[in-house]
């Protein structure tokens, strides 16, 4: 069965660090380009960042620009999350998504575009 799984969320004071984890089991990432997205209760799907296929090229959003980072390791059939500096207002559940779309797309968060959704693991940032 093919899936996608996240990992690493938790609970983190303001000002810390999380990297988040997108495992995929059942299939290979090597064609997708990936995207992390996130929620709070009561608001939209939004895209974080996304990675194209081969990692070359990178978008995010423009709340997390210099405090986020993706990045991918194909041999693994991860993709990551480097979160810093995180604030209250970072606290969402954080899903990936794999889909053969540009970046400019794919972070739209457009949910019915994307091949491949994971659960969902939850960041709460809080004192």
């Known amino acids: 069965q093919s899936q996608l799984v996240e990992s690493g969320g938790g609970l983190v004071q303001p000002g810390g660090s999380l990297r988040l984890s997108c495992a995929a089991s059942?299939?290979?990432?090597?064609?997708?380009?990936i995207g992390w997205f996130r929620q709070a209760p009561g608001k939209e799907r939004e895209g974080v960042s996304c990675?194209?296929?081969?990692?070359?090229?990178?978008v995010y959003a423009d709340s997390v620009k210099g405090r986020f980072t993706i990045s991918r390791d194909n041999a693994k059939n991860t993709v990551y999350l480097q979160m810093d500096s995180l604030k209250p207002e970072d606290t969402a559940v954080y899903y990936c998504?794999?889909?053969?779309?540009?970046?400019?797309?794919?972070?739209?968060?457009?949910?019915?575009?994307?091949?491949?959704w994971g659960k969902g693991t939850l960041v709460t940032v809080s004192s």
């Open positions: 059942g299939f290979t990432l090597h064609y997708y380009a």
């Open positions: 990675i194209t296929s081969s990692g070359g090229s990178t």
């Open positions: 998504a794999a889909a053969r779309l540009s970046l400019e797309t794919m972070i739209r968060a457009e949910y019915n575009r994307m091949d491949y």
